[in-house]
């Protein structure tokens, strides 16, 4: 197929900007028109010396503030070009069943990062007990062992750790912290983390809101077992992965179609539909669910078939997987390379500790090497509380072992962002305060710091308050903060405003020559419609005397020519 356009068309660069898993860290990617998502992804990850790539996805948010995976078999420009900057978010997107079971330590330890955010947005559901513990064990991977003349009083209370942080989850935190974990390695204690961590039932869990067929709220998510969807603090329904026989959806509704197996002889056709706030959220679960069914029950990528989501009322929409799938990966023998790097742990933007009172230690590098840096993209602080509910009786995790994990009858950890509490406390006016403190999952997308903030309804990013700091040092990181974001973003706009020209000249050439080259052909048909036939109806056209001149000066001779020398005609 011909393709039109300038040869200026590879000297265009195009800035992405991608936030890492540590929101105070970004990389900017220059790519050109033709290069394909693969390309910004792989480039992050050998940024990061991450070989195990697979695992891995680039997210954005488009200007209806609805998200999307980068398609890395499409051209990048083309999936993001509202986008005005072009951001993008560093998230796992497939995660292991095991995540001890990667290969190296730098791919466990990106999950791990991972799963701490997870973890802080409440997308990582759990008993308080349980976050206790995991909130332990970051401690103790970034801090070290505990130290009483370093670790005064309630050291974890100005460190962000959980959505929902109280003092009795923060003191039994800290007992694990000092008792159960005393002297395990950060490496010990992340792999610790991962451990408990992926024996919870929302593990690899990104919650989407839908609505039952009776208008009930619930939230779904996807996985490498299988659809799983949650109504308040339960876990409602599990679908697993061998009992999906297809997935489409209609306008709105998102279609699961099962066959279920009532007996050993029997087996029976369900079909369960859930209805999604807007079409464009319906065909972004669609295709989720697509992919993780895809790269967690296929042997081989070439054996994926091309999958229309759409019906007859609704466009339908074509997805042909590409890339490995998890068996493939597996399948690989023996180390990916004779050494690994080595991992930089550094303390995150929420796990800070006071500048006069901890001097460095050898588990915790010099303040100098654990200068807060911030992006131009501010993260957001979320509110604190519990609710009264319980763990799911149909939850299948299995229990942690630890004498410090309550039973399921303590309070659980409320996902909710500062905005929703305000929209909850306005709307439940009157109500009973138990109703108030039911349980929800919510969708992550209102409280992910790094996601939700990318655009505003003006197209900047949002202002919010950011993570507890050192009060000595508040005062300067604002500044710091302030002046970098202003750097940034005049460098975006400048880069904005450079692609916006170029578009607009790229876009009037490719509009020029096109109907340049069809308005010749039409010209070159009807001439040769007139000289070369003989029908009546030219006959008083050609012995017009401009088309007498035209076919003795420029048609005949170009025609004589071409059949000497290309043996034409």
């Keep these: 197929m011909l393709k039109f356009g300038s040869k200026s068309d590879v000297t265009v660069v195009h800035r992405a900007t991608i936030r890492l898993l540590d929101d105070a860290e970004i990389i900017h990617c220059d790519f050109q028109p033709q290069h394909k998502g693969r390309y910004i992804l792989e480039y992050v990850c050998k940024q990061l010396n991450i070989l195990e790539t ?52 730098i791919t466990r330890y990106q999950v791990y990062q991972q799963l701490k955010r997870d973890l802080l947005h409440g997308r990582l559901y759990c ?69 408990l961590a ?5 593990y690899a869990v990104d919650p989407h809101p839908v609505k039952d067929q009776k208008g009930a709220q619930l939230y779904l998510g996807i ?15 599990h679908f697993r992965w061998p009992e999906v026989q297809k997935i489409n959806y209609e306008g709105k509704m998102f279609i699961v179609h099962l066959t279920i197996s009532e007996d050993v002889r029997t087996k029976k056709k369900h079909t369960v539909g859930f209805k999604c706030p807007t079409g464009s959220n319906c065909r972004h679960v669609w295709r989720c669910a697509i992919e993780q069914m895809l790269f967690f029950t296929l042997p081989r990528a070439s054996d994926a078939p ?8 609704s466009w339908g929409t074509k997805f042909k997987y590409t890339g490995r799938t998890e068996k493939e990966v597996l399948e690989e023998t023996g180390p990916l390379r004779k050494e690994e790097p080595p991992i930089q742990r550094c303390q995150t933007t929420c796990l800070r500790r006071k500048a006069s009172s901890v001097p460095a230690t050898p588990s915790t590098p010099s303040q100098d090497l654990v200068e807060i840096r911030y992006s131009s993209l501010p993260r957001s602080c979320h509110s604190a ?20 994990c309550p039973d399921n009858t303590l309070p659980l950890l409320e996902p909710v ?70 750097q940034q973003q005049q460098q975006l706009q400048q880069t904005g405003r450079r692609s916006k020209s170029r578009h607009k000249s790229l876009r009037i050439t490719r509009l020029f020559i096109p109907a340049f080259m069809l308005t010749i052909t039409v010209l070159f048909t009807v001439i040769v419609l ?40």
């Design 54 to 105: 697979d695992y891995f996805g680039l997210r954005y948010v488009d200007h209806c503030r609805q998200r999307h995976w980068l398609d890395l078999a499409k051209t990048a420009i083309k999936q993001v070009k509202d986008m005005d900057p072009i951001l993008f978010s560093f998230r796992v997107k497939f995660y292991p069943p095991d995540p001890l079971r990667l290969k190296e330590e």
């Design 306 to 313: 091309v999958v229309s989501g759409g019906s007859i009322f």
């Design 385 to 404: 509380g519990l609710d009264g509910a319980g763990m799911s009786e149909g939850s299948t995790g299995v229990p942690f072992s630890s004498p410090y």
């Design 127 to 195: 008993s308080p007990g349980e976050a206790a513990l995991l909130a332990a064990c970051i401690v103790q991977s970034e801090l070290g062992d505990y130290d009483p003349k370093l670790h005064e009083g309630n050291y974890i209370s100005e460190h962000k750790l959980l959505l929902k942080q109280t003092e009795a989850i923060e003191e039994k935190a800290m007992k694990l912290h000092q008792t159960e974990l005393k002297g395990f390695t950060p490496q010990q204690a992340e792999t610790h983390f991962l451990r």
């Design 417 to 486: 962002s500062e905005d929703q509490e305000i929209h909850s406390r306005r709307n439940n006016v009157g109500q009973h305060e138990g109703v108030i403190n039911d349980y929800y999952f919510r969708d992550s997308f209102d409280h992910s710091s790094s996601e939700s903030q990318l655009l505003d309804a003006s197209g900047k990013p949002h202002s919010r308050s950011v993570t507890p700091v050192p009060k000595m040092q508040k005062l300067q990181n604002a500044k710091e903060f302030h002046q970098q974001q202003q």
């Design 198 to 202: 992926s024996q919870l039932d929302t």
């Design 530 to 569: 007139v000289f070369e036939t003989d029908t009546t109806l030219f006959n008083n056209l050609r012995k017009t005397p401009e088309m007498v001149a035209l076919k003795n000066q420029y048609y005949v001779p170009i025609k004589e020519f071409l059949r000497t020398k290309l043996g034409l005609f």
């Design 223 to 237: 996985n490498h077992c299988g659809i799983l969807t949650f109504q308040g603090s339960r876990k409602t329904h």
